[in-house]
């Protein structure tokens, strides 16, 4: 059996890194204190107290993060689009739901390139 590092580090460019600060500096305008570590990541800046985000508001951020991180676009398309991030490591862990939604979202994409 194949042991992977249960700990990663990435690098994150610039916009990332000002993306994660932006959201910090929201989060401590809404609640008056820093983030710890039973808050949620994402979380509803209209609340007064922190809860996490609507799923869409999730997934639009994460689209976001991926095309500030430099992924593919349309990586960033169906991250967006599904919420997931599928990789040859994670893909044995999905669902056929799952999986479908991820294809569809890639097809998705092409399709949506060829028409404009």
Known sequence: ??????????????DALE???EMRRLFRK????????????????????????AEARIKSLMGDIANSAGLAPDLAFAIRRTGLLVTQRNQDQLDEN???????????????????
Request: glycine share 4%; hydrophobic share 25%.
């Open 30 to 53: 809404e609640t008056g204190r820093d983030p710890g570590p039973d808050d949620p990541c994402g979380f509803d800046p209209d609340s007064y107290e922190p809860q996490p985000a």
């Open 98 to 116: 799952q999986l479908t939604a991820w294809k569809e979202a890639l097809a998705e994409y092409e399709l949506s390139k060829r028409v404009n």
């Open 1 to 14: 059996m194949t042991r992977y590092p249960t700990k990663r580090s990435y690098r994150l460019n610039d």
């Open 19 to 21: 993306a994660i600060r």
